[in-house]
């Protein structure tokens, strides 16, 4: 086994009905970019009946019909929001417990110390977060996926991962390893992927490998690490 292995990431989704939410964290293989990606799946009409926004610089989920929304706790937040030097990016309301945490001075790791995965029984769906920081002309970023210790939820495991930023390397993390009742949840490190240069490359691979029923939002930014500039891409299957 070659764990310095730099896979595709659609070679890692296609065929895979169901690897829930998912982020991407790296920099593009010249170097230049500093590069974000989220996306998220659903299987149900209430996960389904969602599409990305964006708002002065932060992404949200939000209902693509309100009038069908039955439970919008965890569905319903603020995906990417920004802070100072740092991008935060999560799969759920904890992208606002980091954002409230960096601003009292705290760190990444101990901002989600008061949060666990999220209370949807069976599937107690991990809650995976990232966070980008940059200085001095480049960046560096960190990943974070709690997760039940058990089938019940007795208990939370914190794993943390903290990333130099390395041309054309990129982490994959996603909740769910595939589909299920109860869904699995994922395992072990982030998944070692690699970055292009385009980011319209970058977002229709991820667009085209995901389940083509399950797939709903992604969004996709690309930062130039030497002028700041931000170019993105979003796309939603409700339109």
Known sequence: MDVYKINKINELIEGNSYVGRG???????????????YFIMG??????????????????TEPFDASKVEDP?????????????????????????IYDGLKAGKTFDASLAVREFEPDHPNLTPRISGLLTFENGDFSYK??????????????NRYGFHYTALAGLGHFIHTYVCD???IPTFQGEPERVFIPNCIDEFTNTIWNALDSDNKISLYVRYTD?????VENRLINKNK
Do not use: H, W
């Open 43 to 60: 299987r149900s009409a209430n996960s389904r009946n969602r599409i990305f926004t964006e708002k002065d610089g932060a992404v949200y």
């Open 180 to 182: 299920g009742n109860p």
């Open 143 to 156: 990943m974070s996926i709690l997760k039940s210790a058990d089938a019940i939820g007795s208990a939370c």
């Open 73 to 97: 706790s965890l569905i319903i937040y603020a995906a990417i929001r920004s802070i100072d030097n740092n991008l935060i990016v999560t799969n759920g309301d904890q992208t606002d417990t």
């Open 225 to 229: 690490l030497e002028t700041g500039a």
């Open 23 to 37: 982020i991407v964290i790296g920099k593009s293989e010249d170097g230049k970019k500093a590069v974000s990606a």
